[in-house]
Every structure is written in structure tokens, then in C-alpha cells.
């Protein structure tokens, strides 16, 4: 359609093979690699962002029909007049059809508008908070790596110098660039540096806001660059193909956390998720102290209204590894949903943030603050329980693979 033209070359441009018919647009999702691991497939192709720039005098309406199969049909269609701006809601009606869902939108006299089906939240003001916050406030960053796109990997400090008297919390988000979950970590910055701060004088806490910054350039959904979703697929020791990975490892090694929570977010799924977090069973911590706690932080955190606790093991992903290495707590991930809202979004991070901090009895991790990591450090007795009971969960799944269930 000559009228109307779609804006591509934005930061997060992420929208596959399409075709005009009349003032019908029908699209194709971009396709990044499913993610096989550790016997499951995670499939991250769900979402779409792209402009629609009216080149006329008039106002024009088009139709947009998305085609994917077995996939949820979203509930809200985001939109912007700026690919640098957090994506609103719109009100657009969505209709799902046989091929996928469609809606129709009117843009404005030489308008632009930016549309995606999750609330997108781009780099650039994400790190513009970060450093304003910074010029402000107690809060210092560490570059501590760069990207394979050459961007740097920064992480923020809200300590002066790491104190082993007190437990660290790790905080992040972005490894999913698709998913808005930064919304949680700018808003436990903002709360951390004014009113929630006399948390520092009790904890050192460590936020790496983003945690895979080329996926929000390039528009993916979970992958970094080379297609490597390594939240599941954790290739620490990959600096070629996953420098993220790597680079943050480094960084862990360097501070370990007592305490790890990533957030992550639900988008398209709708009711089918419910908020929550992964939760570790308890016989992959060491020790019986770090376990209680552990149980005790879990607790916790399911009494946050509504929410729902999920099981993880996933032996490659990324918070087993820090387990496995660091003997660290994790909440990796802890779920939003997007239907929350950006306010409801910021009060359950906020909210879990506290559930954490308050239930934490610093006493409990001393063990693990003053010899966090290194395969030595475990128990023979530690290890093969651990091992066992690895085992036994993949087993029956590597069994029914060899069969060819
Ligand atoms: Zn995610």
C-alpha cells in the first residue's frame, strides 16, 4: 500500500514476512531458534513491534491480520508515537480469527504510530533512569562485560564496598527483552534510593536491569544475538557465542549472592499464567541453614494474594547454575504478568522485594556469605543427593527420548 509504509529501522523492530492486500496488512511473527534443552522446548516467537507511517493528507485505516497457529491471542494491543517511549495501551479491539487475530487501526494525517502485542519497554530510557538515578543517588555502575553487539553489560551497586557481614541480593531483569520486566527493577531503584532505603543500611543489593541489551535492539523475544536464549541454555563458558552469559558469570564470581530474584513477565499468555515465583526444591541448597532459609524466603513470597509458586530444575539454566556454584537462593524467575498494568506490575516487584528482605534472618547465610562458592565447598553427601535427585526427574524424560515418545 503506497499510503502507508511500515517503519523499520527502530530499536526493537521485530516483525517477519508480510504482505499488503488492499489496505489489509498480513504479517508473519520474526522467527528466533525454539530452545531445546535439558529435555523441554521453549518456543519465544510471540510477540511483533513495528511502525505504521502514513505518508497522506488523510486519515487511514488499516487492517492488521497476524497468522500464527497454537499460539494465545493477545488481549491487549500496546502502542506509541515513539519507539523510544514505553508502549501504552490501546484500545484496540482484537478479533481472533482462524490464521491468527486481527484489528484495525487509523492513523492520522502524515502520523506514525508504533504497535506490539506486549508492553515494550526500549533500552534507551531504561539506561536514561538508571543514570539519572545514579547522578542522584547512592547507586554506582559496574561495567562489567560487553555484549557480542559491543554493548556494555552494566550492572548498579548500592553499596560502597561489598561489607560480609551482610547478605548481597542480586536483582535483574531483561533477559527476555520482549517481556516489559524492567518495569521491576527501575521501580525497586527508585524505591530503594527514597523511601525504601534504610533496606541498604541492612543488605549490599546488586541490580543488572538489563540483562541481554542487543535482544532490545534487534528486537528479539528471549535470544541474544547469535540465538542463544540463555536464561534456559546458560552457556557460561561461551564468551564467543554468549559474552552475556559469560560476562555476568565473571561478575558472580566476584559477588556472590546470598540471594538471586530475576524477573521475567507474562505478556499474550492471559489467564492461562498466574504472577509467581520459581522456587527451588530444597535439596538443591547446602546446608541445613541456607535451606531453611530458602523455605522460609519461599513462604514468604506465596504469601504475596493471588500469586502461585512453580517447581524448577532445568539442570543448564541459569539459576541451577548459580545454585549448583554459589549455593544461592534464587527466585530466578519470578513472573509479572502484564495484565497487572504498569502500576500493578511496579507494586508486586516492590512487594516481593520486601516479602524477601523482611524475611531474610541475616544470621542464616553467614555460612554461605563467608564461603559462597566452588564444587569443594559441598558436602560428598550434598553432592550425590543433588545428583540423585537431578536424576531422577530426567530420567524418565531421557528414557521416553530414547524410546521416541
Ligand atoms: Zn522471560
Redesign the pocket.
Same mark, same amino acid.
Given at each position: 500500500m503506497e499510503n502507508i509504509s511500515i517503519v523499520k529501522q527502530h530499536e526493537g523492530h521485530s516483525l517477519g514476512s508480510y504482505r499488503w492486500s488492499n489496505n489489509n496488512l498480513i504479517c508473519n511473527l520474526q522467527m528466533e531458534p525454539l530452545v531445546y534443552i535439558d529435555y523441554e522446548t521453549h518456543d519465544y516467537n510471540l510477540h511483533f513491534n513495528f511502525g505504521l507511517q502514513n505518508n497522506t493528507e488523510q486519515a487511514e485505516q488499516v487492517t492488521i491480520t497476524m497468522l500464527q497457529t497454537n499460539k494465545p491471542v493477545p488481549q491487549i494491543i500496546w502502542q506509541s508515537g515513539s519507539p523510544n517511549h514505553r508502549f501504552t495501551k490501546s484500545s484496540l479491539i482484537i478479533e481472533p480469527i482462524p490464521e491468527g487475530y486481527k484489528f484495525d487501526i487509523n492513523i492520522p494525517s502524515y502520523g506514525v504510530i508504533y504497535l506490539s502485542n506486549t508492553m515494550w519497554s526500549p533500552l534507551t530510557p531504561i539506561n536514561q533512569r538508571f543514570h539519572e538515578l545514579e547522578k542522584t543517588n547512592l547507586l554506582e555502575s559496574i561495567k562489567y562485560g560487553l555484549s557480542a553487539n559491543q554493548q556494555d553489560l552494566l550492572a548498579y551497586k548500592l553499596f560502597e564496598k561489598r561489607d560480609l557481614s551482610r547478605p548481597l541480593i542480586c536483582i535483574s531483569s531483561g @533477559?527476555?527483552p520482549a517481556?516489559g520486566?524492567t518495569i521491576a527493577t527501575i521501580a525497586i531503584a527508585e524505591w530503594l534510593t527514597t523511601s525504601g532505603h534504610q533496606y541498604t543500611d541492612i543488605f549490599d543489593i546488586i541490580i543488572v536491569p538489563i540483562l541481554n541489551p542487543d535482544g532490545f535492539i534487534i528486537g528479539t523475544n528471549?535470544c541474544n544475538t547469535n540465538g542463544i536464549n540463555f536464561?534456559w541454555e546458560f552457556l557460561n563458558n561461551e564468551p564467543e557465542i554468549c559474552p552475556e552469559a559469560y560476562y555476568f558469570w565473571e561478575f558472580l564470581k566476584e559477588f556472590p549472592p546470598n540471594v538471586y530474584i530475576d524477573f521475567? @513477565?507474562y505478556s499474550t499468555q492471559g489467564k492461562s499464567k498466574t504472577f509467581g515465583p520459581y522456587v527451588k526444591p530444597s535439596a538443591l541448597y547446602c546446608g541445613s541453614s541456607v535451606k531453611d532459609a530458602a523455605q522460609k524466603l519461599a513462604r514468604s513470597l506465596q504469601t504475596i494474594p493471588g500469586s502461585k509458586a512453580q517447581t524448577m530444575f532445568s539442570p543448564s539454566s541459569m539459576p541451577h547454575k548459580i545454585t549448583q556454584e554459589f549455593n544461592t537462593i534464587t527466585f530466578a524467575?519470578y513472573h509479572l504478568h502484564q495484565r497487572m498494568g504498569e502500576s500493578g506490575m511496579r507494586e508486586t516487584a516492590l512487594l516481593t522485594i520486601q516479602k524477601i528482605m523482611d524475611a531474610i534472618d541475616p544470621s542464616q547465610l553467614q555460612d554461605q556469605i563467608l564461603s559462597p562458592y566452588g564444587s569443594l565447598n559441598k558436602t560428598i553427601i550434598d553432592n550425590f543427593f543433588q545428583k540423585c535427585f537431578i536424576g531422577r526427574y530426567y530420567l524418565p524424560k531421557a528414557i521416553k527420548k530414547v524410546l521416541g515418545f
Amino acid at each position: 500500500m503506497e499510503n502507508i509504509s511500515i517503519v523499520k529501522q527502530h530499536e526493537g523492530h521485530s516483525l517477519g514476512s508480510y504482505r499488503w492486500s488492499n489496505n489489509n496488512l498480513i504479517c508473519n511473527l520474526q522467527m528466533e531458534p525454539l530452545v531445546y534443552i535439558d529435555y523441554e522446548t521453549h518456543d519465544y516467537n510471540l510477540h511483533f513491534n513495528f511502525g505504521l507511517q502514513n505518508n497522506t493528507e488523510q486519515a487511514e485505516q488499516v487492517t492488521i491480520t497476524m497468522l500464527q497457529t497454537n499460539k494465545p491471542v493477545p488481549q491487549i494491543i500496546w502502542q506509541s508515537g515513539s519507539p523510544n517511549h514505553r508502549f501504552t495501551k490501546s484500545s484496540l479491539i482484537i478479533e481472533p480469527i482462524p490464521e491468527g487475530y486481527k484489528f484495525d487501526i487509523n492513523i492520522p494525517s502524515y502520523g506514525v504510530i508504533y504497535l506490539s502485542n506486549t508492553m515494550w519497554s526500549p533500552l534507551t530510557p531504561i539506561n536514561q533512569r538508571f543514570h539519572e538515578l545514579e547522578k542522584t543517588n547512592l547507586l554506582e555502575s559496574i561495567k562489567y562485560g560487553l555484549s557480542a553487539n559491543q554493548q556494555d553489560l552494566l550492572a548498579y551497586k548500592l553499596f560502597e564496598k561489598r561489607d560480609l557481614s551482610r547478605p548481597l541480593i542480586c536483582i535483574s531483569s531483561g @533477559s527476555h527483552p520482549a517481556e516489559g520486566d524492567t518495569i521491576a527493577t527501575i521501580a525497586i531503584a527508585e524505591w530503594l534510593t527514597t523511601s525504601g532505603h534504610q533496606y541498604t543500611d541492612i543488605f549490599d543489593i546488586i541490580i543488572v536491569p538489563i540483562l541481554n541489551p542487543d535482544g532490545f535492539i534487534i528486537g528479539t523475544n528471549g535470544c541474544n544475538t547469535n540465538g542463544i536464549n540463555f536464561f534456559w541454555e546458560f552457556l557460561n563458558n561461551e564468551p564467543e557465542i554468549c559474552p552475556e552469559a559469560y560476562y555476568f558469570w565473571e561478575f558472580l564470581k566476584e559477588f556472590p549472592p546470598n540471594v538471586y530474584i530475576d524477573f521475567h @513477565s507474562y505478556s499474550t499468555q492471559g489467564k492461562s499464567k498466574t504472577f509467581g515465583p520459581y522456587v527451588k526444591p530444597s535439596a538443591l541448597y547446602c546446608g541445613s541453614s541456607v535451606k531453611d532459609a530458602a523455605q522460609k524466603l519461599a513462604r514468604s513470597l506465596q504469601t504475596i494474594p493471588g500469586s502461585k509458586a512453580q517447581t524448577m530444575f532445568s539442570p543448564s539454566s541459569m539459576p541451577h547454575k548459580i545454585t549448583q556454584e554459589f549455593n544461592t537462593i534464587t527466585f530466578a524467575k519470578y513472573h509479572l504478568h502484564q495484565r497487572m498494568g504498569e502500576s500493578g506490575m511496579r507494586e508486586t516487584a516492590l512487594l516481593t522485594i520486601q516479602k524477601i528482605m523482611d524475611a531474610i534472618d541475616p544470621s542464616q547465610l553467614q555460612d554461605q556469605i563467608l564461603s559462597p562458592y566452588g564444587s569443594l565447598n559441598k558436602t560428598i553427601i550434598d553432592n550425590f543427593f543433588q545428583k540423585c535427585f537431578i536424576g531422577r526427574y530426567y530420567l524418565p524424560k531421557a528414557i521416553k527420548k530414547v524410546l521416541g515418545f
